[in-house]
Structures are given as structure tokens and as C-alpha cells.
């Protein structure tokens, strides 16, 4: 990539999409494409169509979706297979029809079976049952990256796909119907700071392991492979490292400050109990990630004290 090149970034507005634009931004990119999900529906097929015929961007970052926590894809599941089909169908298949040079598809390490060895491979795919929680999600996203492969395969498009681990950091959602573990941790213990609660009442056991990725440094492996890596098999991006719910809370307790007790309800769902992304793959590559766990989350808290102190 050129610093003179047409970048469309979908989904610039999201968490991912918004850490790749600033770190397009920061390398010296001058013109950035983003659209809003008002002034383009990436679902809508014509429209889609007829931005890349108008717009001809040269590079394009897949990162628009529908997502949420356990809560949300268990709820709205029949939402979260369209709206994700949709829109990977109409800009990938309009990214082929206007020649563009590289796309990249952001998917999500929820691809892989519930009861995979861990950590997890990327040879993993396909091989067991899916998380029955976020199965919708997961089978978008997996249609995605079989979309990418094809599309090579059959018209020879450089289309490459990265499986992010979770992901924190500027612009999360913190809406407690929807929003990820780490972020609604972050809420819940704010709130209840502030109000000088006993308690933080949190989902499941508190044993599920998670790995967590700040998203700059997410960014900064899509910067990095869109420019290295022109292969076929989809990538882990993640640290390699995972810590229990039950920790985390404690980790973010502390960093909050709040002073109660942390409770677990076990008739609420654990999801799936394991999720380390295997990132050997990766680091053979020559990328790793920079900022640890706490540095991370401290930043994080920070940056989003007034929207925590704001009810779901």
C-alpha cells in the first residue's frame, strides 16, 4: 500500500474499523474512504455495488459487522446470520467486480468448535460442534473466510483473512444488553463504585478462560499483514496468553477500585470454556503485540470513565 492509494475502511465507526483508520492515519494515508452505516447499507446489495463502481477504492478493510456478547447473539440469532451475510457477500463480491488490489476480512476467533484443542489452531476449522450460543455469528464468519478463499481460488483475488481474539479498547460498546465481557466488567464496577454497592453480580462460574488483544494492536497486525502476507490460509491475530473471567474481574476490580464483593451466578451461561488462539502462525511472520493486559485496561479505563458512569 501507497500512502496515495483509496483505502475503504467498513465499519470505520466501530471499534476495529475506527483503531485501523487512526492507524492509517497515523502512517501518513491521505485518502481514507469510510461511509456510515446511513449513508451506505451494507446489506443492500445495489448500493453496495454501486459505491465501488463510483468510489474505485484500491485496499479494502472488511471490518463491519453485527456484534455483541453472549446475551445478544443467543438473542437475536436470525439478525446476526443475515445482517453479517449480507454484508461480507455484497462488499466482497463488489470488491471483485471493481478489481480491487487487497481486501482483508476481519472475522472472529468464535469460528472455531466449542471443545477444540486449545490453544487454538487454525487447522481447527471445522473439525466439532460450534459454541451453540454464538453458532449464527460463527457460521457468518466462516462463510466469509471460505468467501475470501474462493474468491482466490477461482478469479485469483488477493483476499486474506484474520481471526482476532477478543478485543478491548477505544470505542467498545458498554451497553450492558450487548456488550463483551471485559467492557461490561469495566461498567459494572464503575456503577457500582460510584454508588457504593456490596456487590458486582457477574455471569457463569468465572472459570472460562479468555485471551484479550488491545484493538491498536490489532490494527497494527492488519497494517502489517495487509502489506506481508498475500497468502490463502486465514491468520490468528491474538497475544497467546489467556486468563480466567473470574481473574479479569479481580484485575479490573482493582484498577476501578471498587471495594465490594464479586459474585458469580452459575445459572447464567459460561459459553465456551476455553479460548486461546494459537499465534505461532503469526509470530513467524514477525508481528507480536505490544501492550500487556493491565497497561491496556488501565488506558481503557481512563479513556472511558464518563460513558461507564452512564446507565445501560
Request: net charge neutral; with cysteine; proline share 4%.
Amino acid at each position: 500500500m501507497n500512502t496515495t492509494d483509496k483505502i475503504f475502511v467498513a465499519g470505520h465507526r466501530g471499534m476495529v474499523g475506527s483503531a485501523i483508520v487512526r492507524k492509517l492515519q497515523s502512517e501518513g494515508f491521505q485518502h481514507i474512504i469510510v461511509k456510515t452505516s446511513k449513508e451506505l447499507d451494507l446489506r443492500n446489495q445495489a448500493a453496495v455495488q454501486q459505491f465501488f463502481a463510483t468510489e474505485k477504492p484500491d485496499y479494502v478493510f472488511l471490518s463491519a459487522a453485527k456484534v455483541g456478547g453472549i446475551h445478544a447473539n443467543n438473542t437475536f440469532r436470525a439478525e446476526f446470520l443475515y445482517d453479517n451475510l449480507m454484508i461480507q457477500n455484497n462488499v466482497i463480491h463488489s470488491a471483485y467486480l471493481n478489481q480491487v488490489k487487497k481486501l482483508m476480512f476481519l472475522g472472529s476467533s468464535c469460528i472455531y468448535p466449542k471443545l477444540a484443542p486449545q490453544p487454538l489452531s487454525e487447522d481447527s476449522l471445522l473439525s466439532g460442534l460450534l459454541e451453540q450460543t454464538n453458532e449464527p455469528y460463527a457460521i457468518a464468519k466462516i462463510a466469509g473466510i471460505k468467501m475470501c478463499e474462493s474468491y482466490r481460488r477461482q478469479y485469483g483475488c488477493n483476499y486474506i483473512s484474520v481471526m482476532p481474539t477478543n478485543l478491548y479498547g477505544p470505542n467498545d460498546n458498554y451497553n450492558l444488553n450487548n456488550s463483551h465481557v471485559l467492557p461490561a466488567l469495566l461498567k459494572k464496577m464503575e456503577i457500582a463504585k460510584n454508588e457504593g454497592a456490596s456487590h458486582v453480580e457477574i455471569w457463569g462460574t468465572g472459570t472460562p478462560l479468555r485471551e484479550f488483544l488491545h484493538v491498536d494492536d490489532l490494527a497494527d497486525a492488519c497494517f502489517y499483514l495487509m502489506q506481508q502476507y498475500n497468502e490463502e490460509p486465514f491468520l490468528n491475530v491474538g497475544v497467546g496468553e489467556d486468563i480466567s473471567i473470574k481473574d479479569l474481574a479481580l484485575l479490573i476490580k482493582d484498577i476501578v477500585g471498587f471495594k465490594g464483593e464479586l459474585k458469580f451466578d452459575s445459572s447464567k451461561p459460561d459459553g465456551t470454556p476455553r479460548k486461546l488462539m494459537d499465534v505461532s502462525k503469526l509470530h513467524s511472520l514477525g508481528w507480536k503485540h505490544k501492550i500487556n493486559l493491565r497497561e491496556g485496561i488501565e488506558s481503557v479505563y481512563q479513556q472511558a470513565k464518563s460513558e461507564l458512569t452512564l446507565q445501560a
